[in-house]
């Protein structure tokens, strides 16, 4: 049974398209009736354009088999008083979800992915964070990578307004307690007795995505066709109980050797 990154792990991370091998693994799974949920931190577009996206490039996959943040969002914030931060997107996407953007008095400061944030935005979430606004983040990658440059993910910034100013966050998406759990509970739906320790999680994030599924017992598979270029750049880094399990280049190496 796998949960199946997608940004860096079926698609490239520069143009989108799918990496060596991606579309052939999730075939595969069809083919053998293999168990599988396509777990990703999408943000930017609404999750069924995403999903159709998906589909138009060539992955076959029910939209039962999908999950992503925007998809647990509304049972974990509030739509009332948000200053959200990150892409133009997915602040169109926050609004059309009906959330109320507020940058004068927030509730809750929520942060997406940016390649670009400014000075000038830290500084106003870490104002509003000390008047007591929550701080919540779609997800907790630790890399992001696009234009073949990486910057600084959301859980970067999480944990540097954190340091800022002593106040906790919670994450929406990957690699949360409560991400890693509907994604098992959608895939019990599928008529399927399953618990953590039956799966294999496949990601480029191996200190996100791989360390929380670790944490929770699950198999992991890092593949470096995202966002770092060699083993070598993160794993000899980091403990030695979040480690993968497995490294390999890319989905077409993971559907030889598993």
């Known amino acids: 049974m796998y949960f199946i ?15 060596r091998g991606s579309i052939e693994f999730i075939q595969m799974c069809n083919e053998k009736n293999i168990p599988y949920m396509v777990i990703t931190n999408n943000t ?15 992955f076959e996959f029910d939209s039962s088999k999908y999950l992503d943040p925007l998809m647990l969002l509304e049972s974990r914030v ?37 390649e670009d944030f400014g000075a000038d935005e830290y500084a106003q979430m870490i104002d509003f964070l000390l008047l007591g606004a929550s701080l ?32 906790s966050y919670e994450v929406v998406g990957k690699p949360s ?9 959608k895939l019990q739906e599928q008529d399927i007795s399953a618990n ?11 200190k ?10 699950m198999r992991t598979v890092f ?3 995202g966002k770092y270029k060699t083993e070598s750049e993160i794993v000899p880094f980091l403990k030695v109980e979040l480690r993968p399990d497995l490294v390999y280049a890319d989905m077409q190496e993971v559907m030889e050797k598993l």
């Open 5 to 19: 990154d997608v940004q860096g792990t079926l698609i490239s991370d520069s143009d989108k398209s799918p990496i």
């Open 44 to 58: 930017k577009k609404a999750s069924s354009d995403f999903y159709d996206y998906l589909r138009s490039v060539g």
């Open 78 to 114: 509030s739509k009332d008083a948000v200053a959200a931060y990150g892409a133009d997107e997915f602040l169109k996407t926050l609004v059309n979800m009906g959330f109320v953007l507020d940058y004068e008095n927030p509730k809750t400061v929520l942060v997406a992915i940016k």
């Open 136 to 167: 919540v983040g779609m997800h907790e990658t630790s890399i992001y990578a696009k234009n073949d440059k990486r910057y600084p993910g959301v859980g970067a910034v999480l944990q540097m307004l954190e340091f800022a100013t002593s106040t």
């Open 177 to 185: 307690k409560a991400f890693y759990n509907e994604s098992l509970k």
């Open 196 to 206: 953590f320790s039956d799966i294999t999680m496949i990601s480029d994030d191996v």
């Open 208 to 217: 996100g995505d791989l360390g929380g599924a670790k944490e929770m017992g």
């Open 223 to 225: 593949v470096t066709s």
